[in-house]
């Protein structure tokens, strides 16, 4: 393997460019050809999307590696690069206009000759290129792990895998863990200790990797097993985008195609598609979606199911242990920091579901880097502006949000490198760095009234602000919410989930309050952290760090107690948040470990942060989500509908008058064709009062009604008896057989055709 | 008497460990039946009381890690 | 000093040895019977307090006398079983002001969420002083009323929504029996309660 990475790094005579470009127009023959259906043209797609991967990778980890980046994570970065600069490339068009398959051949081929030709650019009087080592320092105590653990760790692995599968269902759950067994917590708490105790032993630094990638699949596995149609509302909304442009649509707002629609910006008046900030921060995660379902032939469910899991599973230990590498090389703390992902539920949740919230968190992670390495004084700002050439675009058609973030940091960075650098100055630099920290305190609040999404609260009293000043500090102490909770579905916190109900009925869960014993605690370890950067090689990265925490806490603060409304933004800062405090968190638990001998034997202090990392990830899994999900009867409901009504002769006006979550099922199998059952929108209170209307008092004008609104010519009724009133459900269903028709069982699903005369 | 206290600590803390684990197990124990029977000792008793004990035997046990050569 | 650390581990492992071996010959009933009280002035591992919250009060105490409001009928309570028994033996000793007719129910175990099935028994009702009043009831139980290691019991009070009294329930009393344990089969009887639960 090690030779054939080494011709292809040669690549001789462009022998490899060629087989490369030949992978890309031999896939596109097959999709025009044949339609790309048979198992042999299947296999034949696979081999030559493999080849294509495999040559790209191995010249983006050539050019990696000229930009420093260490031997270690040269290929995994490059493939990671590869599959983020397809999402980026189809992002461009998906944003501007539409895509097709034509347009996936030309870009990667375009990819390839540009990839092939800069991995052959030398720099003037460079030589042959010095691979970097990562070089970790070791302590020298290590501990000793019996043979026969790694046995018990496999038949705890295995154990737990089988557990999920136990669990699987597609009934409608509140939480997957209504249904996981509740030995699986315990599974997983025994599977983290061992982990735990790899860190302060001799492993080295692959098989660490592979223990955490192999563990972090099982982790985030926990909603793809347990939930037969996937977990999530806005997967479906996802689900129907990319069938749409699949399909070759324009999604609306375009620049191409259609009547550009304009918005003001101030004085300006500029196409609405530039600052559409739900299409282009979906745009690369739809892209990559669409691109890999091209490429291999599976169904868009199924790379939906498994492309965030895969992502985050594999990539995040890399662009953390780098990240982690620019602070220091100890082994034992980069190790803690690949493992500590598993203590926050923003990292178990969103590393589990395909959402752009997550999925634009994996290439700002990667900006990152080049930005904190600037800030390290590994390269010089004009270097740097030649990186963010490519950066800004990259992180534009990305998750807005870390756009935004990135920019601030850049600004930070800009200001506390010349802080740090100049022995003159320094006062006027240290006012602008306290200027620019009080903008960025109220931007993404102010950023958050975008739109009426929210606003600021009228009539706010010194007791408002001293009372918030009390609550909210609590708040971070207890892992209470800190946003209020909308319409009873619980948000995500920095740590647990939610603290108000067992979710689980494991009896380990209601032995203490844990929340309330290990937040302080994990509190304490980070502020421990923060307050030894002083022992970091060069402490500013620490210090920086902390000021961006400090600012997303003040944010959220900010958010959550003087704002009212969505909070698009603030609230969407949970996952920087539990990222920011990560780093002097795994920094404090590795200081404790090696400056502590005159409180603890090493042995002790460690066994205790081991059992206490457990612990807290084991609570945390438990403590959610809990949420509602489209069961598999409602997603067959949602199937049969629209193929009755693509069967149908009939206007482009669809009405199906349903709950929220089959329709938005509806959307996903109809390619959009079919939103909100063509009512205005989820949550739009007429369509929700005629569904009521129906499952109370069912008559056929709140169906004339729902025709009426819709601008339909017929209309399907969608319910279950949960929704019926209580005691009468035989009533209405009876009544309603007689006024429509005898109507259709799927599974739980009831379905009424409502055809007026 | 920093010396005895030292020898004292260190002896506890073998007997404080033992403690711990001993417990331990038999918390854990005590849940994994509780989760396969309901009410096994949810019934006849509260587990928080074992539970601290546990907890405050393995942070007496770390506090006096560091004197075992002193035992 | 090693062999007194010896010594204490022992000694640690053999109570928790016998502790264990207490809980199982509480949760086998080794006599055959089990006596649990309600009297609503302690928290009761065996007999939770009356729901739903709508229908009734929070827990009451009046000249040193507990008890719990019922405004709405009817209500459940449920005591907790750590496996099957033959029979159920309820004793409810109350206040009654609107002397609405009460009926004790036992529930069947629940199929669908939806299902409410149960055997309602009028019983005999005993006066004493101070109106306060006595109702016991009998029940045979089986494996088909049991939901999640529990019975569930209603009691039903026709007349108490019309009329906007109230009852005060003091104290439940529940005797759940089954046959005592014969020393010559209790392996057998071990088996039965670690394999299949009951």
Not at chain 1, 58 to 85: P, T
Not at chain 1, 681 to 708: D, G
Request: charged share 15%; hydrophobic share 50%; net charge positive.
């Amino acid at each position: 393997m090690k030779k054939l990475f080494l011709k292809i790094r040669e690549d001789k005579n462009f022998i490899f460019t060629l087989i490369a470009i030949f992978c890309a127009v031999g896939w596109f023959l097959l999709v025009i050809h044949g339609n790309f259906s048979r198992s042999w043209q299947i296999s034949l797609g696979l081999i030559f999307s493999i080849f294509y991967f495999l040559i790209n990778s191995v010249w983006l980890a050539k050019i990696l590696s000229r930009l420093g980046f260490e031997k270690e994570f040269q290929f995994v970065f490059g493939l990671f690069l590869l599959l983020f600069l397809i999402a980026f490339g189809l992002a461009i068009p998906i944003v501007f206009y539409k895509i097709t398959p034509i347009y996936l051949a030309f870009l990667l081929i375009l990819l390839t000759i540009v990839i092939s030709l800069l991995s052959r650019l030398k720099r003037k009087g460079e030589r042959e290129e010095t691979e970097k080592e990562l070089a970790l320092v070791e302590n020298n105590e290590k501990i000793k792990i019996p043979k026969f653990i790694f046995v018990l760790f496999g038949l705890a692995y295995i154990f737990c895998w089988f557990l999920l599968f136990r669990a699987r269902t597609g009934a409608d759950i509140r939480s997957p863990w209504l249904v996981i067994h509740p030995f699986y917590l315990y599974g997983w708490l025994f599977i983290i200790f061992i982990i735990g105790l790899l860190i302060f032993s001799k492993c080295r630094l692959k098989t660490f990797l592979f223990f955490i990638i192999l563990t972090s699949l099982l982790l985030h596995s926990y909603l793809l097993v347990t939930y037969q149609t996937g977990f999530g509302g806005d997967k479906w909304r996802h689900l129907g985008a990319e069938q749409w442009l699949m399909d070759g649509h324009i999604y609306t707002p375009a620049l191409f195609g259609e009547q550009i629609s304009y918005k003001q910006l101030g004085p300006i008046k500029i196409p609405e598609v530039f600052i559409a900030g739900n299409k282009t921060s979906y745009a690369n995660m739809w892209g990559m979606t669409i691109a890999l379902s091209w490429l291999t032939k599976i169904d868009i469910f199924y790379i939906d199911l498994f492309l965030g899991l895969l992502l985050f599973s594999i990539f995040l230990p890399f662009l953390l242990l780098k990240i982690g590498s620019l602070f220091s090389k100890k082994k034992e703390f980069l190790y803690l920091l690949a493992l500590l992902p598993f203590l926050f539920f923003p990292f178990q949740i969103y590393g589990s579901i395909t959402v752009p919230q997550a999925f634009g968190f994996l290439p700002f992670l990667f900006s990152l880097i080049f930005l904190l390495e600037y800030f390290m004084d590994k390269f010089s700002f004009r270097q740097l502006l030649k990186r963010l050439v490519f950066l800004i675009p990259f992180l534009y058609f990305n998750y807005v949000l870390y756009l935004i973030v990135f920019l601030e940091i850049f600004i930070l960075v800009f200001l506390l490198k010349n802080f740090y650098k100049f022995k003159r100055g320094k006062t006027i630099w240290l006012a602008l760095i306290f200027i620019c920290f009080l903008v960025l305190v109220f931007l993404i609040p102010l950023l958050d009234t975008n739109n009426q999404y929210s606003s600021f609260k009228k009539n706010l009293t010194p007791t408002d602000f001293k009372s918030a000043l009390i609550n909210f500090p609590i708040r971070i102490l207890t892992s209470d919410a800190i946003f209020p909770r909308l319409y009873r579905m619980e948000q995500d916190n920095w740590l647990y989930s939610q603290t108000g109900e067992y979710l689980s009925r494991a009896t380990l869960l209601k032995a203490l309050p844990w929340h309330l014993i290990l937040t302080p605690i994990i509190l304490f370890l980070i502020i421990l952290g923060i307050i030894n950067y002083r022992k970091l090689f060069q402490p500013k990265i620490g210090y920086l760090f902390v000021l961006v925490l400090v600012i997303f806490l003040l944010n959220q603060f900010i958010g959550s107690y003087f704002m009212e409304g969505n909070h698009i933004f603030s609230k969407r800062l949970v996952i920087l948040t539990s990222f920011l405090m990560m780093i002097p968190l795994a920094w404090g638990i590795y200081c404790l470990t090696e400056y502590s001998k005159s409180i603890f034997s090493r042995r002790a202090i460690i066994f205790a942060l081991i059992m206490i990392i457990s612990l807290t990830s084991t609570t945390v899994y438990a403590s959610g989500p809990k949420f509602q999900t489209v069961s598999s009867d409602e997603l067959a409901a949602a199937k049969y509908v629209w193929e009755k009504i693509n069967s149908s002769e009939l206007t482009d006006k669809h009405c199906v008058l349903a709950n929220t979550w089959p329709l938005l099922a509806l959307e996903a199998v109809s390619g959009k064709q079919i939103v909100t059952g063509g009512f205005l929108n989820y949550s739009e209170s007429e369509r929700v009062r005629l569904f009521e209307n129906m499952n109370t008092t069912p008559s056929i004008r709140y169906l004339e009604k729902a025709i009426q609104t819709t601008g339909a010519e017929q209309c399907y009724l969608m319910t279950e008896e949960r929704w019926m009133l209580f005691n009468h459900q035989s009533q209405i269903i009876s009544q309603l057989d007689l006024i429509l028709g005898n109507h259709q069982n799927i599974g739980q699903v009831m379905i009424w055709q409502y055809l007026p005369r | 008497m920093n010396i005895l206290f030292k020898k004292i600590a260190g002896t506890a803390h073998y007997f404080l460990r033992n403690t711990f684990i001993i417990m331990g197990i038999c918390f854990l124990l005590l849940i994994i039946a509780e989760d396969l029977y309901t009410g096994f000792f949810s019934f006849w008793f509260d587990i928080r009381g074992l539970t601290i004990g546990v907890i405050a035997s393995g942070i007496l046990a770390l506090f006096t890690s560091r004197f075992i050569d002193q035992s | 000093m090693k062999i007194i650390l010896k010594i204490y581990t022992i000694l640690l492992i053999i109570g928790v040895l016998v502790f264990f071996g207490w809980l199982i010959y509480k949760n086998l009933a080794i006599t055959g019977k089990i006596f649990v009280v309600n009297d609503f002035c302690n928290k009761s591992q065996f007999i939770p307090n009356l729901y739903p919250e709508d229908r009734v009060g929070t827990l009451e105490k009046e000249n040193g006398i507990c008890f719990q409001r019922i405004f709405t009928e009817p209500v459940y309570f449920k005591v907790n079983a750590s496996r099957t028994f033959s029979k159920a033996k309820i004793k409810i000793i109350y206040e009654n002001e609107g002397k609405s007719i009460i009926q004790l129910g036992l529930m069947k175990r629940k199929i669908t969420p939806l299902d409410w099935r149960y055997d309602l028994q009028s019983a005999d009702n005993h006066i004493s002083k101070d109106n306060i009043e006595e109702q016991n009831a009998e029940f045979s139980v089986g494996l088909d009323n049991i939901t999640d290691h529990s019975l569930e019991f209603i009691i039903s009070a026709s007349g108490l929504n019309e009329g906007g009294q109230e009852i005060k329930i003091r104290r439940i009393e529940v005797e759940l029996s089954r046959s005592p344990e014969n020393w010559q089969a209790i392996f057998t009887d071990l088996k039965n309660y670690l394999f299949r639960k009951h």
